[in-house]
């Protein structure tokens, strides 16, 4: 086939990833995204017009050579592909899936300044999907045994990646995780219709493969504490990668009523616990025919989703407008189109129960979007216009604190007044010599690239601590009580091999 | 056809729930129907089962329904169920198996002649045997030989089906059924299949071997061969299984071999069931392998127990641990269907998931006056580790035993043996004192004793009754909340409480409250959120 000229392949047109009809989806949990076929892949790989300064690479967090596997797509070449990614992203079926490329990659494609920008999600996620179907996937050698010991507290996205970028160094790892199964968010929180279960087991199967040790139903701060850890089980470093766990709510009167859940309770009984398979799987749910979901980021699209698919008539609570919306926008498209009701500008102020507890309304304020402020930011404010609708369900998916349990267990990893682990934003040194941390622990929230990315910068950090290059005097761990969690700036260079 | 069974086909065929519902309602009252009016019905209900009600859960509730009903009607419509399921589709084979199968005995034969009788086809084959899978009588065991012949058919999907009903039939029908001519056959037949070049009959085999194994059906002989096999299939000596759901499937149960020297790795632990003893009917005291649990336990605290795959987490105090042994003792009291699966568990068996320590610490120190732990059904075994703590720091510590009557006392002895001295109660007055906890605390004040300390574990209304005592006379009075929970470490708020007007979470903040402050009234509404669910997963289970 010969090359084709930056002219022809702007005149291809974009290949839409086909998605499962609406009218049939919400009856089901299975995926929405259908995936590509080799056609439509090639097509759309044809699409990219091979930058010599691709902006692509620029907004992907661990830097992906985008170009390079798209070219190896459009000449058929998947399994390579799937290779390529793999050099710098250890979970591509997931990131291809869940990542907010729209923010990221996608945001910076060039074509994007004329066109819709290549689907790199789309094809990311086929070639990652290839590599699974047809067990082209080759474990990477693993060097000789350095002696050293890791402890990587969590199997979230962050857990699993510095678990992987440290056994391939050759050090001993063992992932120490408290549910009886690994994945972290990407189980319990994100739906099966986005990301569905196999393709996690099958990535933590792989680590098993490597030699990498998996201890579930373990929970640190608790069974061992980091001392035990360091001490006496002898490891050299530890990793903590415990996530963001603790629900937030918003305080208001009748929060406690029975039908009231916080998404990740929500979430957790129906795809960790299986609920979706009730009465076979025995935790149970209680869900009404109208369901309120106060939020509208990626969880709350999430739940959203989700109580349609069991049935209810779903509606979105939310104080500001669809313009604020913190969701992933394909998310929220996806979401639109599964007949569901939205209330932008309506803020919860009081849940009704009735005299068995059990939710029966809620009660909102209408609000306004003030003129912008000096940073531009329009806030919501109260109208004193109140409105009460009937739900017999509520579900709070205003995002998660830092879980507390290893901070309130052990005081040398310093916390800010948010709950965040401190730690340098250049190395994930904690405060505790010894214990690194990254994901969601340290920015208090983010997404599944980012914990990945902090992940390898901290794999990068604890291999130079085991070497001896890297000293706990020189850690620059904010002491400032006010102190933000670490923000993404530029690309997490660290890690390519 | 005739006026009432035409009216009640009327409305079958409405596809729609309402009228379908008033249909079962109105045939499950007739009693009187006649051979010919059954099969009419029969043939009417079952076209509800040819439909796709995915997400309409409220369809597939009453076709389940209309299976039940056409059980009923025995016999005489049996060949006509047995004529349909040969060509029925994926969805509706399992609606006429079910209702097969619900004749029990009676429909042995005819199935096994339907399987005689339809060998050369294929189709028929796998719905037959889908539905002997539905069989819960161990007179089904006389298909067994013609199962494991068509485990070895042609047509792979014929050998999963096959292998599929052998697994679900060492399951469902009781063990003592299975002589060891048919385990042996059974044994190696699926054994073999572990090598097949298809990927879900190998599923499937697994699948058959694990439940022979969790019903204690193997030889210790077999099960190491088992055991090693399984350990290849997860990829041990390098060569796993290429395929993801046979790997899946054999490690749901390699821990049932995983005898304590074999573990996976250091720090795994198998939580193997030591010791068992009914305390009293439905309530079980258990030892249980823990090793590092056991080492971390402080009192007060709890742990998570999931039995099974398929089972809820659920809370559970703690009586006691042997640190040196590794092995922590509870209380389970079956209440439903998950406490229910635990107090089936034998000796030898192992549990799934154990985790913990969860909570706080029990709030101990020295008192000047006594203190009084007060127990209340597996609450009594729940105030030992607490009773012990406070013994130790040179408090006197009272026990105080309530129970309906003296049969279901649990625990008396055990707590003579940490308290200086232990009172019971029962309502009737068969033991101790007659009446409720209440009353041996108003006994040890009317003697003049101080108390300065009192830890209430039980019933909700036992807890409140002795609040309201203890808080006019300002005496410190702690309650063990048990909330509804998930996770139990904080990470999902089902477990919400509100103590003192505020929102604590039982699993991380307590599960110790002062009793005062609790919002008792709130508790007991919010533990009956899921009782319409919980009836539904027993009834499942069963
Ligand atoms: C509903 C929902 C939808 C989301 N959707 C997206 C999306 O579309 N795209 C995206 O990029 N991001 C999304 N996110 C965010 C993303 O999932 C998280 O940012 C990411 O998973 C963080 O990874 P992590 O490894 O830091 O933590 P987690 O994934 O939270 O993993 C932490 C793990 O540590 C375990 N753990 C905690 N404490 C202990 C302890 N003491 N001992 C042992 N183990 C412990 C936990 O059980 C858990 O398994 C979503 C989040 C939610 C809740
Ligand atoms: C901290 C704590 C310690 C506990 N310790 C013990 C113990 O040592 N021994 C013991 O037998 N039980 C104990 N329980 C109660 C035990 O957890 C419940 O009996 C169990 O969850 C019931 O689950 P199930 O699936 O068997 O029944 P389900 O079918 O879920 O419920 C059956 C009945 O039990 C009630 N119930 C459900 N969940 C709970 C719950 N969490 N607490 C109380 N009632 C509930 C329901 O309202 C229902 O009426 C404890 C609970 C907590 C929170
Ligand atoms: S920026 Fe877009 S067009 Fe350029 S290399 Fe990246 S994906 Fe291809
Ligand atoms: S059980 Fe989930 S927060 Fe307590």
Request: neutral net charge; proline residues 4%; hydrophobic residues 40%.
């Amino acid at each position: 086939m010969a090359e084709l000229s930056t002219k022809e392949r702007m005149a291809i047109k974009f290949v839409h990833m086909p998605l499962n009809k609406a009218e049939l989806r919400i009856h089901n949990f299975e995926e929405v995204p259908v995936g590509y076929t080799l056609e439509q892949a090639k097509q759309e790989a044809q699409r990219c017009i091979q930058c010599k300064k691709p902006g692509c690479i620029e907004g992907c967090p661990v830097g992906i050579d985008i170009p390079a596997f798209i070219h190896l797509i459009e000449q058929g070449k998947v399994a390579e592909a799937a290779k390529k990614i793999r050099e710098t992203n250890f979970l591509p079926a997931a990131c291809g899936r869940v990542c907010p490329q729209d923010k990221q990659c996608q945001a910076l494609c060039v074509v994007g300044k004329k066109a819709e920008p290549v689907g790199i999600g789309g094809l990311e996620r086929f070639a990652a999907d290839w590599e699974r179907e047809h067990g082209t996937y080759i474990l990477p050698e693993i060097p000789a045994a350095t002696g050293k010991k890791v402890a990587v507290v969590g199997s979230g996205p962050a857990g699993l990646t510095a678990a992987y970028e440290l056994r391939i160094r050759g050090h001993e790892v063992v992932v120490f995780e408290a549910f009886h199964r690994g994945g972290g968010v990407m189980v319990y929180g994100i739906p099966r219709f986005r990301l569905p279960l196999d393709i996690i087991d099958e990535d933590i199967h792989m680590l098993e493969k490597i030699g990498v040790q998996f201890v579930y139903d373990m929970i640190i701060g608790k069974v061992l504490t980091l001392d035990d850890l360091l001490v006496n089980e002898k490891f050299d470093a530890v990793f903590i990668a415990s996530g963001a766990g603790l629900p937030k709510m918003l305080g208001i009167k009748g929060e406690n009523s029975s039908g009231v859940y916080s998404a990740n309770e929500y979430l957790t009984r129906i795809y960790l616990m299986q609920a979706l398979k009730f009465p076979k799987y025995a935790t149970p749910l209680y869900q009404g025919k109208r369901v309120a979901v106060i939020g509208a980021g990626n969880t709350a699209m999430d739940t959203l989703r989700t109580a349609k698919r069991l049935g209810a008539d779903v509606t979105c609570y939310y104080r500001r407008t669809r313009a604020e919306a913190p969701a992933r926008t394909e998310e929220l498209e996806h979401a639109e189109q599964e007949f569901l009701n939205w209330k932008w500008l309506h803020n919860p102020v009081e849940i009704i129960a009735d005299e068995n507890n059990f939710v029966k309304a809620i009660k909102c304020e209408k609000m306004a979007l003030s003129e912008p402020d000096s940073s531009g930011r329009r806030k919501p404010v109260g109208t004193g216009e109140f409105v009460v609708d009937d739900v017999d369900t509520i579900v709070f998916s205003l995002g998660c604190d830092v879980n507390p349990i290893i901070p309130s267990t052990d005081k040398e990893v310093r916390i800010n007044k948010w709950g965040i682990v401190m730690v340098d934003q250049k190395t994930c040194q904690t405060s505790k010599p010894g214990v690194f941390a990254g994901g969601d622990a340290i920015t208090g929230g983010s997404t599944v690239i980012l914990a990945m990315g902090q992940a390898k910068n901290a794999a990068v950090g604890i291999d130079r601590y085991l070497k001896g290059e890297l000293k706990w005097a020189d850690a620059n761990v904010p002491t400032d009580p006010n102190a933000p969690g670490v923000q993404w700036e530029g690309r997490f260079s660290a890690g390519k091999r | 056809m005739t006026e009432r069974t035409k009216a009640i086909i009327e409305q079958i065929n409405m596809d729609n729930e309402e009228a379908i519902g008033k249909a079962l309602a109105q045939s499950e009252k007739l009693t009187d129907l006649s051979a010919e009016e059954k099969a009419e019905l029969a043939a009417a209900y079952s076209t509800l089962f040819f439909h796709d009600y995915a997400g309409r859960s409220g369809m597939t509730r009453l076709a389940m329904r209309a299976e039940k009903q056409i059980a009923k009607f025995g016999a005489s419509v049996l060949g006509f169920l047995i004529s349909e399921l040969t060509d029925a589709d994926h969805e509706s084979s399992a609606h006429f198996g079910r209702a097969i199968a619900a004749n029990g005995k009676d429909a042995v034969q005819p199935v096994m002649d339907a399987l005689n009788k339809n060998r050369e086809n294929d189709f028929a084959m796998i719905n037959l045997l889908g539905a002997l899978a539905y069989f819960r009588d161990g007179e089904t065991l006389k298909a067994m030989p013609e199962i494991l012949v068509a485990a070895k058919a042609k047509n792979p999907q014929v050998r999963s089906a096959a292998l599929y009903a052998a697994g679900r039939l060492a399951r469902h029908i009781g063990s003592d059924a299975f002589d060891a001519g048919t385990t042996l056959k059974m044994f190696d037949t699926a054994f073999e299949a572990l090598t097949d070049r298809v990927p879900l009959v190998r599923y499937n085999a697994a699948r058959a071997l694990g439940k022979m194994l969790t019903k204690g059906m193997l030889t210790g002989e077999q099960e190491g061969k088992m055991g090693k096999k399984f350990d290849g299939i997860l990829g041990k000596e390098n060569n796993w299984d290429n395929a993801f759901i046979v790997r899946h499937e054999a490690a749901k149960y390699v821990q049932y071999f995983r005898q304590d020297g074999s573990a996976k790795n250091k720090y795994f632990q198998s939580f193997r069931v030591l010791q068992k003893r009914e305390l009293c009917p439905d309530t079980y005291y258990y030892t249980i392998q823990a090793p590092l649990i056991a080492k971390k336990l402080e009192a007060g605290q709890f742990i998570i127990i999931r039995p099974s795959e398929y089972s809820e987490r659920i809370p559970l105090s703690i009586c006691g641990w042997d640190r040196e042994k590794g092995t922590i003792n509870i209380i389970v009291a079956a209440a439903g269907r998950t406490s229910r699966e635990i107090t089936q568990m034998p000796v030898g068996a192992c549990l799934a998931d154990i985790v913990g320590p969860l909570g706080q610490k029990a709030h101990v120190k020295k008192h000047e006056g006594t203190c009084v732990v007060i127990g209340g059904g597996y609450g009594t075994g729940a105030v030992m580790p607490t009773a012990r703590a406070l013994k130790a720091l040179g408090n006197r510590v009272i026990g105080v035993v309530g129970a309906r009557n003296k049969s279901l006392l649990l625990m008396v002895d055990e707590l003579k043996g940490i308290c200086d001295e232990v009172m019971t109660t029962t309502n009737d007055g068969t033991d101790g004192i007659q009446g409720f906890v209440t009353h041996a605390l108003e006994a040890i004040l009317k003697r003049g004793e101080t108390i300065s300390h009192v830890l209430a574990i039980g019933p909700v209304p036992m807890m409140i009754a002795v609040s309201n005592m203890t808080k006019p006379l300002n005496i410190e009075t702690y309650v063990s909340l048990n909330a509804i929970m998930v996770d139990g470490t904080g990470m999902c708020g089902a477990c919400r409480v509100s103590v003192g007007g505020q929102t604590k979470f039982a699993c991380f903040h307590g599960p110790d409250f002062n009793g005062h402050e609790v919002d008792f009234d709130q508790l007991m509404k919010r533990q009956k959120m899921f009782v319409a669910q919980e009836k539904e997963a027993l009834a499942a289970a069963e």
